[in-house]
């Protein structure tokens, strides 16, 4: 039992010796497009959205039932991160450039 316990606490010594399960995916938003048009993530993961562009976006996260979560306004160099905690499939949208989009699906 006490053999358990070490090897259990040693997987988890702190929390950052933890977050190696959740991970953060960098997309970036260049030529009014979206680095990656897909994306696979676990729950738990993050994407951090950077803004490469000399123009503001606004990332909508549209969900399975269509309700947008809208990130609000981002200007050049800013940067979001999007937790997804749950698992889904997702749709990504800038609100001002009708042809970014982007697919996440979390498991
Ligand atoms: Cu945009």
Request: with cysteine.
């Amino acid at each position: 039992m006490r053999h358990l316990i070490i090897a259990v606490t040693g997987l988890c010594l702190t929390a950052s010796v933890c977050a190696w399960a959740a991970a953060k995916v960098e997309i970036d938003q260049v030529g009014q497009k979206f680095d990656k048009t897909n994306l696979s993530l676990k729950a738990g993961d993050q994407i951090r959205f950077l803004n490469r562009d000399d123009t503001s976006h606004n990332i909508n996260i549209i969900d399975a039932v269509d309700i947008a979560h809208d990130r609000g306004l981002q200007k050049p160099g800013e940067t979001i991160d999007v937790l997804f905690d749950k698992a889904g499939r997702f749709t990504v949208r800038c609100a001002i450039h009708p042809r970014m989009k982007m697919s996440v699906v979390v498991e």
